[in-house]
């Protein structure tokens, strides 16, 4: 069974261009999550889907930060326009609804903004 | 909110000494804990959860942990440390079992020395 899936896995823009990052989560997993993994951090959550419904984006800077899952598989995340501060790892992580306590992530994008 | 606080951002043992990696949790209800393992440029795995039931919990690659309710502790531990397990550790938190709310801490870099 395919992991999670996430392209790019790496990114180097200059600031103010827009960016954006793919997810394809394990096939069945109806629970997406994208986190935001600062260096020396622990993952803070953005976004997370069931479906395709966003039940939770409280965290995602919506003036520059969005997303969409429109037919409730594959997910994407997106920065315009991109600031120095948004260089990070970005992590995808899926789970489903039997067991929605065990994430299984992705590699991550990392992130590079000049 | 819940909280996690992992003390020693950098933990160094010997191989084939004890890991002992430390975390404390705060949260306004019985909470589900967890341990995940991150290996350089991958996403992050799940070594082990504490829901409910016995408070001795056993995971992966021969770590257990100790959820301690009077100490709002969840520490990991492993008896003999291997160099295959120099990683990132990160003990997380969530208040229910839907996923909702899961909050990780700032991780402890493991280093096994030969």
């Known amino acids: 069974e395919a992991g999670v899936v996430q392209s790019p896995r790496y990114k180097i823009i200059e600031k103010k261009q827009p960016v954006a990052f793919w997810c394809n989560p394990i096939?069945?997993?109806?629970?997406l999550y994208w986190y935001l993994q600062n260096l020396g951090q622990g993952p803070e959550l953005l976004i997370r889907?069931?479906?395709?419904?966003?039940?939770?984006d409280s965290q995602l800077p919506k003036d520059r930060f969005s997303a969409e899952r429109l037919k409730g598989v594959d997910s994407t995340l997106k920065i315009q326009p991109a600031e120095l501060g948004d260089s990070a790892v970005y992590l995808c992580?899926?789970?489903?609804?039997?067991?929605?306590?065990?994430?299984?992530f992705g590699p991550g994008t990392r992130l590079l903004v000049l | 909110a819940q909280s996690v606080t992992q003390l020693g951002s950098h933990v160094s043992v010997s191989e084939g000494a004890l890991v002992l990696l430390r975390c404390n949790y705060s949260?306004?209800?019985?909470?589900?804990l967890f341990w995940y393992v991150q290996y350089p440029n991958q996403g992050l795995q799940l070594l082990l959860k504490?829901?409910?039931?016995?408070?001795l919990v056993k995971g992966i690659n021969g770590f257990e942990a100790e959820f301690k309710k009077s100490e709002t502790s969840f520490h990991l531990t492993k008896p003999s440390a291997h160099m295959s397990d120099a990683a990132e550790y990160f003990c997380?938190?969530?208040?229910?079992?839907?996923?909702?709310?899961?909050?990780f801490g700032p991780g402890t870099r493991l280093s096994v020395l030969p």
């Open positions: 096939s069945g997993h109806n629970t």
């Open positions: 504490y829901t409910t039931g016995a408070t």
């Open positions: 949260s306004s209800v019985p909470p589900y």
């Open positions: 997380a938190v969530s208040e229910d079992n839907y996923g909702q709310n899961f909050v």
């Open positions: 992580a899926s789970s489903t609804a039997g067991e929605p306590l065990t994430q299984y």
């Open positions: 889907y069931e479906n395709e419904e966003a039940v939770d």
